[in-house]
C-alpha cells in the first residue's frame, strides 16, 4: 500500500527573513569574537612576555647585593617576598660560575588543570634569563617563569566581557533587523491578502494600497490596473450571461418568461412545501388566433400575442407569474391563494379581460378569447400530474367552445 505523502508545511516569508538575520548576525558575531580573541590574545602574549622582561629586570636589582656577597639565605628571603606578590612562578639564582646560588618556586597545592597549563606554557613557553650586573659586570644570572594565574583570571574576565557584549550588540541587531523588515513583510502581506482574496472569493474589486519601497510600489500599480481590466471583464462577461440568460429564459416576442423558465419555476415551487400548498397552474390556449392569422396576416398576429402578454401582467400583479410556451399557448402560475375556490374566480376574471377587443394596426379589431384549465398543487402531485391536469382541462374547455360555437 502506497504511502500517501505528507505535504512539509512552507515557511512564511516574515520567518524566512528571521532566519536570515539570525544566521548572518551570528555568523557574523562569531567571525568577529573569533577575531578579537585571537587578536586580544596575541597582544596579551606580547604584554606579559615585556612585563615579565620588565620584572626580572626589577628583580635583579633588588638581587644585586645578596649574589655579590653569594648569601643564598638573603637571595631565597628576597624572592620569597617578591614571588608571594605572584608576579611569578618560579626563579633561579645563579652566580658567575654558573652554580645554582638559590631558587624559589611557588606553592601550588592543587594540579593546574588543561587550560590553565596550556595558557601557561603558551604564554611563557620558555623561562626568561637576566643576567645580573654590580658596577657593570656580571656578577650572576636569574631565569625567572611568569605566572598564569593573574593573566588567566584576565583572559576569563575579558572573554566573558567580550561575549556578553557581542551577544547583546546580536540582540540589538536582531531587533533593528525585525523592525525594519516589519514594513517590509507588511508590504508584501497586503499583496498577497488582495491576490487571496481575488483568487478565491472572486473579488476583483479589492486594490492594493500604495507602498513606500519602489518595487512593491510598483508591482502593486501594475497589478492594480490588472485587477481593474479584470473587473471589466467580468462586467462585460456578467453583462453578456445576463443577456444570454435572458434570451434562453424569455420570449424575444412578448417578453414573458418562456417554456425553460416556466419548468425551472414549476420545480422550484414543488420543492417548497409550504407554499406549493396555496399555488395553482393555468394552462391557457387562444381560441381563433389561426383565424387571426388567416385574416389580418401575421403582423396583426404578433400584436395579438403581444396585446395578449400584456394583459396577462397587468392582470396578474402580484399574485404570480406568467408564461408564454410556444405559439398562442400560454401559463400560469398562481401562488398565495387562500381558498380552492380562488381559482374560479381568477380564471372568470381572465377571461373577461382576454375578451377585450384588441386595436390593429389597420384600424381593425380583433378579440382572442382563452380556453383556461387548472390544476391546483397537492401533496402527491408531481409537475408531471399537474401539467397533464391543467392540459386536460384546458382542452375540455376549448372543446365545449368549439362545440358551442358551431350550434350557433
Not at 23 to 50: D, F, P
Request: glycine residues 6%.
Amino acid at each position: 500500500m502506497n504511502k500517501v505523502p505528507v505535504a512539509t508545511p512552507r515557511p512564511t516569508f516574515k520567518r524566512t527573513l528571521r532566519r536570515i538575520s539570525m544566521i548572518s548576525v551570528v555568523i557574523t558575531m562569531t567571525i568577529v569574537w573569533l577575531l578579537l580573541c585571537a587578536a586580544s590574545l596575541l597582544t596579551l602574549k606580547q604584554y606579559a612576555q615585556k612585563n615579565l622582561q620588565l620584572l626580572s629586570s626589577t628583580v635583579s636589582h633588588s638581587l644585586e647585593a645578596a649574589v655579590v656577597f653569594r648569601d643564598a639565605q638573603a637571595a631565597h628571603n628576597t624572592l620569597t617576598t617578591l614571588g608571594r606578590q605572584g608576579q611569578f612562578r618560579r626563579a633561579v639564582i645563579f652566580d658567575s660560575q654558573g652554580q645554582e646560588l638559590t631558587h624559589w618556586t611557588q606553592d601550588t597545592r592543587a594540579n593546574p588543570g588543561m587550560v590553565e597549563s596550556t595558557v601557561s606554557h603558551w604564554l611563557y613557553p620558555t623561562p626568561v634569563s637576566q643576567t645580573i650586573y654590580h658596577n657593570g659586570v656580571a656578577v650572576g644570572e636569574m631565569q625567572l617563569t611568569g605566572t598564569d594565574d593573574i593573566i588567566t583570571h584576565f583572559v576569563w574576565l575579558s572573554l566573558g566581557v567580550l561575549t556578553t557584549c557581542l551577544l547583546l550588540a546580536s540582540f540589538i541587531s536582531l531587533s533593528i533587523t525585525r523592525y525594519l523588515h516589519h514594513g517590509l513583510v507588511m508590504a508584501l502581506q497586503n499583496i498577497t491578502d488582495v491576490v487571496h482574496d481575488v483568487r478565491t472569493n472572486r473579488n476583483f474589486s479589492r486594490r492594493v494600497s500604495p507602498e513606500r519601497i519602489e518595487e512593491f510600489h510598483t508591482f502593486a500599480q501594475d497589478f492594480n490596473s490588472l485587477l481593474t481590466e479584470m473587473e471589466e471583464w467580468q462586467l462585460q462577461l456578467q453583462r453578456r450571461n445576463d443577456s444570454l440568460m435572458k434570451t434562453a429564459m424569455h420570449d424575444s416576442l412578448t417578453g414573458l418568461a418562456n417554456r425553460t423558465a416556466f419548468r425551472h419555476a414549476l420545480n422550484r415551487l414543488m420543492r417548497n412545501p409550504q407554499q406549493k400548498s396555496h399555488c395553482a397552474l393555468l394552462f391557457m390556449d387562444g381560441d381563433n388566433f389561426k383565424f387571426i392569422n388567416d385574416t389580418w396576416g401575421h403582423a396583426a398576429g404578433d400584436l395579438v400575442l403581444i396585446e395578449t402578454a400584456r394583459r396577462l401582467l397587468v392582470f396578474l400583479g402580484k399574485k404570480g407569474k406568467a408564461y408564454r410556451l410556444g405559439g398562442d399557448e400560454f401559463a400560469m402560475l398562481l401562488t398565495g391563494l387562500q381558498h380552492p375556490g380562488d381559482v374560479q374566480r381568477i380564471m372568470a376574471s381572465l377571461k373577461a379581460a382576454m375578451n377585450q377587443p384588441i386595436a390593429l394596426s389597420d384600424g381593425h379589431y380583433a378579440t382572442m378569447s382563452l380556453s383556461v384549465g387548472h390544476a391546483l398543487f397537492s401533496e402527491d402531485a408531481t409537475p408531471e400530474s399537474l401539467m397533464e391536469t391543467a392540459d386536460r382541462r384546458m382542452y375540455i374547455e376549448k372543446k365545449r367552445r368549439q362545440t358551442a360555437s358551431s350550434d350557433e
